[in-house]
């Protein structure tokens, strides 16, 4: 799951992005509510974390740009404990929850998994393609019965192939899905994770599920 974390208390935004990191979630941080909208313009996310309080705009102002923009994607605001008007201006704009500072982290991971769930309809607990299955909460890969190991950027590439499967992905759009914000890569890193999760999902068996479309990208078929 990519998270997009806007807090604009560096500290605080350190903090949570590695504990949500170490927790198996692709954190994007940004520290303002015009980076926020600037990486909106090309990023897409399954939840957003939007803290109100923030300079140049606003989380309530974000979230506004956010909704006006037709962006469906779950949107968790945090607050102080004692901005009751901005929560209620924040839900009536369209935030899908919100969390008062301080918090506990658990809490917030749970308050993340339930968004992801109900929020978004697009996301699905399980996936397939032929007899490649994913489980997108536990993370449990399988080809037929054979459980496959996959590390976490590996996973969220056949994730995304899986939401769109039989469709053409670009490289960039994979790019986009495995890496953070101020990540530099380099430019065949998606050709290197490719071949390694062939190596996992595709070499051992006759039927080959992922296919390179030269000069675009790649496709998971389940069709001939």
């Given at each position: ?76 605001l945090l607050t102080a404990k004692d901005k009751v008007e ?26 993340i998994q339930a968004l992801s769930r109900r929020g978004n ?77 062939r190596k996992k999902i595709d070499h051992p068996f006759e ?18």
């Amino acid at each position: 799951m990519k998270i997009l974390l806007a807090e604009d208390q560096k500290t605080l935004n350190t903090i949570i992005k590695e504990r949500l990191s170490n927790q198996g979630f692709v954190v994007d941080a940004v520290y303002d509510g015009q980076q926020t909208i600037d990486i909106l313009e090309y990023m897409t996310y399954d939840v957003i974390i939007l803290d109100i309080m923030m300079p140049i705009k606003n989380g309530l102002e974000v979230l506004k740009y956010i909704r006006n923009n037709n962006i469906q994607t779950p949107v968790l605001l945090l607050t102080a404990k004692d901005k009751v008007e901005d929560r209620v201006k924040g839900l009536s704009l369209g935030a899908d929850d919100y969390l008062i500072k301080p918090f506990a982290f658990e809490e917030l991971v749970a308050r993340i998994q339930a968004l992801s769930r109900r929020g978004n309809k697009d996301i699905q607990e399980n996936l397939t393609c032929l007899d490649l299955s994913i489980n997108t909460t536990t993370h449990d890969v399988k080809r037929g019965n054979i459980n496959i190991q996959l590390s976490k950027k590996e996973y969220l590439i056949v994730e995304y192939l899986m939401r769109h499967k039989n469709e053409v992905v670009s490289r960039e759009r994979l790019e986009n899905v495995t890496s953070d914000y101020d990540y530099e890569g380099y430019s065949n890193v998606i050709d290197v994770f490719i071949k390694l999760i062939r190596k996992k999902i595709d070499h051992p068996f006759e039927q080959k599920l992922i296919h390179t479309v030269r000069g675009f990208g790649y496709t998971m078929k389940d069709r001939i």
